[in-house]
């Protein structure tokens, strides 16, 4: 009579025993958990962080322990000021009580990078593969060099073979860090909020023309005539504007950044005239313009040669509506100059007519000065949700970088990969690695990542960075707002 009950334990032995297997399987092929341990992907993946919003200007952002390290995941060390990244306010931490958070959970996937072939690593690519001096320690990096690949840094931009490596659209989405957003601006009573960040040098005329709203969410310009009137985006109102200052790491590298963009929803109130945004390194000058008659144009000037002007213009339009916004981007990033419109492309550069010049870069790998300026003339017209972001910016630090600087590519050879953090003033990957442990070869080359030792790539960040309720660290909860896709 015992039969039937021995054989429903067997089944329900059965049933656990193969969902082991499958889960072994699952978890040894396909699919793996991983926390990302320190800062070195900040922003796109958060080791162990706290968050702050900003009592100046309402900006929210995270930053890192004192000491960005896997022992932080434990112990979280308040550093005593924080600064902002949109109004650049430091902050004093010490008055309040912080709660940390864990770093984000992520799911990696395997079974791609098994497969070979065309499912082998792409540059790009977030890994996961295993530290060079310690196999028991993981890391999570950006895949930027292949094998038999030369790879170069040179003004914060990736060359391969000596040409520039393009970032695709839905990686530099994730890749752009906050200069200023009008939206948020910080309280005048304030330290940070003292003077606009965007300026007008000429004097307020009497009539009321020419630009306004410096000191609001909107701006506005107000001039029915042919002349032409500027406002300059005040980098000095703050010492670290346009530099690729990182508030995870509550520092700049010092490094001048010229790849950036800006936004903005532009409404066409009265007028016919013609908005221009510029962005000026020298020697080159970039513009974008966009006409009332729906006229679009990119400008490419060098301010140093003969002042020979490359102009770009969008196929035929039909005039834009007036009252209706229209949502204007316009940037310079990796050698690119573009221009989209309600978020479609509708102009950019090719190598021919806008492209780098390598032994300049090389000799001359000096920060160059960067101005960004609108001009507008005979338009009435609205500026909303303005906002400048810049791009990543891969630095070469003097005396800590050993490779892939300036004038010295490093080359890859079969089965080795390069790879760099997106907090690039705070990561340590294959610019600087020099030491390795036993589990690999003695032919191993420092500074790369061997093809046996990568895990797989990020692919989604199922529960981010766990908050604690109280001081006690209980009650986690995830921040569900940032469940997302690893680009």
Not at 256 to 279: H, P, Q
Not at 461 to 477: F, H, I, K, T
Request: charged share 20%; with cysteine; net charge negative.
């Amino acid at each position: 009579m015992y039969a039937p009950r021995t054989a429903h334990v067997a089944r329900i032995v059965q049933t656990v025993l193969t969902g082991l297997i499958l889960a072994f399987i699952f978890r040894a092929f396909l699919v793996e958990p991983f926390i990302i341990p320190t800062g070195s992907m900040a922003d796109t993946l958060l080791g162990a962080h706290a968050t702050r919003v900003c009592p100046a200007c309402g900006w929210e952002f995270s930053f890192a322990p004192l000491r960005s390290t896997p022992a932080a995941q434990a112990t979280f060390l308040v550093p005593p000021e924080v600064v902002c990244p949109n109004c650049r306010l430091t902050i004093d931490t010490t008055a309040e009580t912080t709660l940390p958070k864990a770093g984000d959970r992520i799911l990696v996937h395997k079974w791609p990078y098994l497969l070979g072939g065309p499912f082998r690593p792409q540059r790009w690519d977030v890994l996961v593969f295993r530290d060079p001096a310690d196999a028991e320690q993981l890391y999570i990096k950006r895949l930027v060099g292949l094998p038999g690949e030369t790879v170069e840094l040179l003004e914060g931009d990736v060359f391969i073979d000596g040409r520039i490596a393009r970032k695709p659209p839905q990686i530099q989405k994730a890749l752009w860090f906050v200069v200023f957003d009008q939206g948020h601006l910080p309280d005048p009573a304030e330290p940070s909020g003292h003077s606009p960040r965007w300026v007008t040098p000429e004097a307020p005329a009497s009539d009321g023309t020419g630009w306004s709203g410096m000191d609001t969410r909107v701006i506005r310009y107000d001039g029915l005539d042919p002349t032409p009137r500027t406002l300059t985006f005040a980098a000095d109102s703050a010492p670290e504007y346009l530099l690729d200052f990182c508030a995870y790491n509550r520092r700049s590298s010092g490094a001048m950044v010229g790849d950036l963009r800006i936004v903005s929803e532009v409404t066409f109130v009265a007028g016919d005239g013609v908005c221009r945004w510029e962005v000026a390194r020298p020697p080159d000058l970039f513009g974008a313009e966009l006409h009332r008659d729906g006229t679009q144009q990119l400008t490419l000037a060098n301010l140093a040669g003969d002042g020979h002007v490359i102009r770009l213009t969008a196929p035929p339009r039909p005039p834009f509506a007036l009252g209706r916004p229209v949502a204007l981007e316009f940037g310079r990033v990796d050698y690119r100059v573009y221009m989209k419109i309600d978020g479609h492309e509708v102009l950019t550069t090719t190598d021919a007519e806008y492209g780098p010049q390598i032994e300049a870069l090389r000799t001359n790998p000096g920060p160059r000065p960067v101005a960004l300026r609108m001009v507008a003339a005979n338009l009435r017209l609205e500026l909303r949700r303005l906002r400048i972001d810049r791009d990543v910016f891969y630095t070469c630090p003097p005396g800590q970088a050993r490779r892939a600087c300036a004038g010295t590519p490093f080359a890859l050879c079969d089965g080795e990969y390069f790879v760099l953090g997106d907090n690039s003033p705070d990561s340590h990957d294959s610019r600087e690695w020099d030491e390795h442990g036993p589990h690999l070869p003695p032919q191993y080359r420092p500074g790369t990542v061997r093809e046996d030792q990568i895990v797989g790539a990020a692919a989604f960040v199922y529960l981010p960075g766990l908050l604690p309720l109280d001081a006690g660290g209980r009650w986690r909860v995830p921040d569900m707002g940032r469940v997302r896709f690893v680009r």
